[in-house]
């Protein structure tokens, strides 16, 4: 198997030329197009051979385990809280700490300690804007300040605001403070 490859070279052949001995015509009508061998980088394989070679040798041997063992547990599965850490949890919740806070101390999802809290009787502290918090908020997005900055200095997320501003009415703005259509 020859290793080259073809470049096409476009020039129009000369009346006369075509079909010389040594030139391979492709082409219709008065346009052709001579095939010329062109040396490149497959033309001698030696070099790359060897390159492979030593790259083969690298790879981890196939008889052992394919993955390392997983420390850890597996992405979803379900974290199981001894008792204590369960009555930690609770009696930081109702000292003030907020889900979150939980949350992050723990290396839980919110939603684990939401359900821990429920699953035990704790009773959940609301933790939305008051109609006095949602006046402010509404006169700051007036003013022009992000969801973000609203929810920040309101101490809650800006969907949060975003929900309570749209259930005032009140149209709202893209990221570029363009009404939003």
């Not at 030329?17 to 008065?30: E, F, I, T, Y």
């Not at 497959?42 to 790259?55: C, W």
Request: a positive charge.
């Amino acid at each position: 198997m020859s290793a080259h490859r073809e470049q096409r070279v476009g020039c129009p052949v000369p009346h006369g030329h075509q079909g010389r001995p040594g030139n391979d015509l492709v082409g219709v009508g008065s346009h052709y197009r001579t095939l010329v061998e062109v040396p490149g980088a497959y033309y001698n394989t030696k070099h790359q051979v060897s390159e492979l070679e030593s790259l083969l040798r690298e790879l981890p041997d196939v008889s052992g385990p394919l993955r390392p063992a997983r420390r850890g547990r597996l992405p979803g599965s379900a974290r199981q809280f001894d008792s204590q850490q369960v009555q930690e949890l609770i009696s930081g919740y109702v000292a003030g700490a907020t889900v979150y806070q939980l949350s992050e101390l723990f290396g839980v999802d919110r939603r684990t300690v939401s359900a821990l809290l429920h699953r035990h009787g704790v009773p959940m502290r609301r933790r939305g804007l008051s109609p006095d918090q949602v006046d402010d908020a509404i006169r700051l997005y007036k003013s022009c300040w992000s969801l973000a900055r609203i929810g920040e200095h309101l101490n809650v997320d800006p969907t949060t605001v975003l929900t309570r501003l749209r259930e005032r009415g009140i149209p709202t703005r893209d990221t570029h403070r363009r009404p939003r259509s």
